[in-house]
């Protein structure tokens, strides 16, 4: 055999006899490493190799971060929304009043809105204080801090998007009313109970004590207020009146179209900054002022006060919301119908559709300013229509729960008058509270009306998705 190649295998089989010798020792806190720096990874821990005297060792090490890993986005749903061009015009949801008249008179369920106050930017409105023989002011009222006031701007300044401010007028000095508090029946009880015209004497005398004083003409609104001592057993009850009643109040500069009392500072709840019931139930007078009606039903011994007395609607109630349904509770918001009728709410923010019609639409939340579709309007006949608009967990509803936020779903007939059952909730199958305070529908559920089923099918903090189909 080659010489050669006898040298090469000889060696090769020493070679391969040898035990491995690593080229370095294991990575370990205090082993020996070759060069300042370097790190080496070993477990869950990088160790780097540093100089300890004369040695070079490898340190304590650090523990080792892994990375999180980035979850996969959960893609948004789309939805081909429906072109509101492609439906019927707005005007065609204007349900029209049918209702027979009151002697409270301009109000509405319908339109057009009867106020005289309609269309207003800036109300004028004067704070007029009387006293009474037996009841009197002692002090100047225009230095006084009136609650009411600062309440009153700042919840029309809300529910209108900052479309309607009050400009206020308080003067100096209380005028005498000629008889007693008492001879006003200005309580719950009485008020309920006596004949109605002698609330308006009482508005009458308060003009006419003023008159010579005050330039009526120069005001949009009136509205009395009593001395700051007095109680809710001398004041309790709001009798004003509105334009085009069959009783007129009259001041030396014609009729006072739209003039209100406030009761005493009594009741300590309510939905107002400070709480205070007096300037709750106030708003809510205004609210007729403005031509709104009373959502909740009244009890059947009222004063004969309507042709349609102890005759209601079988729509129901609107449970805890609306500050005309509702005075002081924890769920004021007006509804959409009511804003779209102040023209809080523009023709633009309206989907109005008929009841065959179906469709997807982005219902952004009734409770923030901002444009889109504020409402949904489902016309079932001349008089009655199926609405549909966004709730949150803000603005003056900071009561409602975040769990219960959705859809307000409700029934309107204008045939009927106020107190008398105009509005009602449409209940979905889910409902678990009495005062029905979970009656929105929520993200998922849907409710059938009139052979129409309405879904909610998107959520988030601004705005519904929602879809109108016909029920199978």
């Known amino acids: 055999m080659n010489k050669r190649v006898i040298a090469l295998l000889s060696i090769l089989s020493i070679t391969l006899y040898l035990p491995l010798i690593p080229a370095h020792s294991a990575t370990k806190a205090g082993a020996k490493c070759t060069k300042v720096g370097i790190t080496s990874v070993a477990g869950n821990k990088t160790f780097t190799c540093i100089k300890s005297g004369k040695k070079l060792v490898w340190n304590k090490g650090v523990g080792v971060v892994k990375p999180t890993p980035t979850p996969t986005p959960t893609p948004t ?56 023989p037996d009841l009197q002011g002692n002090y100047d009222p225009s230095a006084e801090k009136i609650d009411a006031i600062e309440e009153i701007n700042d919840f029309y300044k809300s529910a209108s998007y900052g479309k309607l401010n009050f400009e206020w007028t308080v003067p100096n000095f209380f005028s005498r009313m000629p008889h007693e508090v008492g001879y006003y029946h200005l309580t719950r009880a009485t008020f309920q109970t006596v004949n109605p015209y002698d609330n308006f004497n009482f508005l009458q005398d308060a003009i006419n004590v003023s008159d010579s004083r005050i330039d009526f003409s120069k005001f949009d609104l009136v509205i009395i207020f009593g001395p700051k001592q007095a109680t809710t057993s001398q004041i309790g009850e709001f009798p004003g009146t509105r334009s085009g009643t069959n009783y007129r109040i009259m001041s030396n500069e014609g009729q006072v179209r739209n003039i209100q009392t406030s009761i005493a500072k009594g009741f300590k709840y309510g939905y107002t900054k400070l709480g205070n019931y007096y300037s709750a139930g106030l708003i809510h007078e205004i609210g007729h002022e403005l031509g709104l009606i009373d959502l909740y ?46 023209g809080f709410v523009d023709d633009s923010q309206i989907a109005c559709l008929k009841p065959t019609d179906s469709g997807t639409f982005k219902v952004e939340n009734l409770g923030k300013t901002g444009v889109g579709l504020k409402l949904m309007v489902i016309k079932v006949s001349e008089s009655e229509a199926i609405l549909i608009e966004s709730r ?35 209940l979905k199958k889910e409902i678990t509270k009495p005062d029905l305070g979970d009656a929105l529908v929520r993200f998922g559920e849907s409710v059938t009306v009139s052979g129409i089923t309405i879904t909610n099918k998107s959520k988030n903090d601004s705005y519904d998705i929602v879809t109108v189909t016909q029920a199978p």
């Open 77 to 132: 749903p789309t939805f081909s929304l429906t072109d509101l061009s492609t439906l019927p015009p707005v005007t065609q949801c204007k349900l029209k009043d049918f209702s027979t008249p009151n002697i409270y008179g301009a109000v509405s369920a319908g339109f057009p809105n009867p106020s005289a106050l309609s269309g207003k930017k800036t109300i004028r409105t004067i704070a007029l204080h009387v006293d009474y």
């Open 392 to 426: 949150r967990s803000d603005g003056y509803d900071y009561s409602l729960s975040p769990n219960d936020e959705g859809l307000l779903i409700y029934r309107i007939d204008t045939k009927w008058t106020t107190g008398h059952g105009a509005f009602g909730l449409v």
């Open 297 to 342: 039903l009244y009890p059947n011994n009222e004063p004969n006060l309507y042709a349609n007395n102890n005759m209601y609607s079988s729509l129901g109630t609107f449970g805890l919301f609306d500050y005309m349904n509702n005075q002081g509770g924890p769920l004021p918001e007006p509804n959409g119908w009511n804003r779209w009728l102040l």
